[in-house]
């Protein structure tokens, strides 16, 4: 063994540095929402987030408000009530739709196109789905655990407007879409062609992105429920005017983030093409 005695000037100097970097690690402060994820609370920061938001999260006593709010180390971090059980609240709108529609992804290769946190693709995988390839545009979105998970292949900067017909190297059979920005119709005709024969395809329908600029009211959400209706009946039949049958609609359980009621849509892709 050797002794800090023994250790020339540098040896020591170094180790003094290093010391010094990794105590001001371990004092600085964390954020809230970074402490509740590292801590195991929660498996995402966006879950984390909506925890506090909702007065869930208390430190030392005193009920926290900000995800932000930077927790000094040794104190008391306390959560009250249910917590969710997927990476995002995206996850329970899948749930949903998956008991809906009957559609079992146990054993399964699954797409997740707008994957962003995850929420859909851990519900996948909870379902018992064999693989993910988790496709979005964005970057550093999908949570650790996810990001961690072998089951999960995760597709990150992928614009799936135009999805390259040989990013996949095997073809899914169980797709899902959680679009924002962009209505379902730009990006559904070009996934079609990497999915299997007989796939069948979940898609969330948010209509602030599928009735146009005239149609979204105060705050980014249509109010207009006839309108609503009327927009999710065309969208159902232009999908299927690409060859998809349907098998099923409902109203998501869970409202958008600005409070839109948004709509799950359940289709199948023929095991033959259709002359």
């Not at 707008?114 to 909870?126: E, K, R, V, Y």
């Not at 789905?129 to 961690?148: C, E, I, K, N, S």
């Not at 069948?200 to 600029?213: A, D, M, R, T, Y």
């Not at 429920?225 to 927009?231: M, N, P, Q």
Request: proline share 7%; hydrophobic share 40%; with cysteine.
């Amino acid at each position: 063994m050797v002794s800090s005695a023994d250790r020339s000037e540098p040896d020591r100097v170094r180790l003094g540095v290093r010391s010094s970097l990794l105590s001001n690690l371990r004092e600085r402060p964390l954020r809230l929402d970074q402490y509740l994820v590292r801590s195991g609370y929660f498996r995402s920061r966006e879950q984390a987030r909506r925890a506090v938001e909702g007065g869930a999260v208390s430190v030392a006593g005193t009920a926290a408000s900000k995800p932000s709010h930077a927790v000094p180390d040794g104190a008391a971090v306390e959560v009250r009530g249910v917590v969710e059980p997927f990476v995002s609240r995206a996850g329970r709108k899948l749930a949903a739709a998956l008991d809906a529609f009957a559609i079992d992804p146990r054993g399964r290769v699954c797409l997740d196109v707008g994957a962003s946190t995850g929420g859909f693709t851990d519900c996948l995988l909870q379902r018992g789905a064999t693989r993910v390839y988790a496709v979005d545009v964005g970057h550093d979105q999908l949570a650790p655990t996810l990001r961690a998970d072998p089951r999960v292949v995760s597709f990150e900067g992928v614009n799936a407007r135009r999805l390259p017909g040989d990013l996949l190297p095997e073809a899914p059979d169980l797709a899902t879409f959680d679009l924002s920005f962009i209505s379902v119709l730009k990006v559904v005709p070009s996934v079609l062609p990497v999915l299997a024969p007989g796939a069948e395809l979940v898609i969330l329908l948010k209509p602030q992105f599928e009735v146009g600029p005239a149609g979204v009211g105060k705050g980014g959400v249509v109010r207009d429920a006839e309108l609503r209706r009327r927009v999710v009946a065309q969208r159902l039949a232009e999908l299927e005017a690409l060859g998809l049958e349907g098998i099923g609609c409902i109203e998501s359980p869970v409202p958008g983030m600005s409070g839109n009621r948004e709509s799950l849509v359940g289709l199948r892709r023929p095991r033959e093409d259709r002359a």
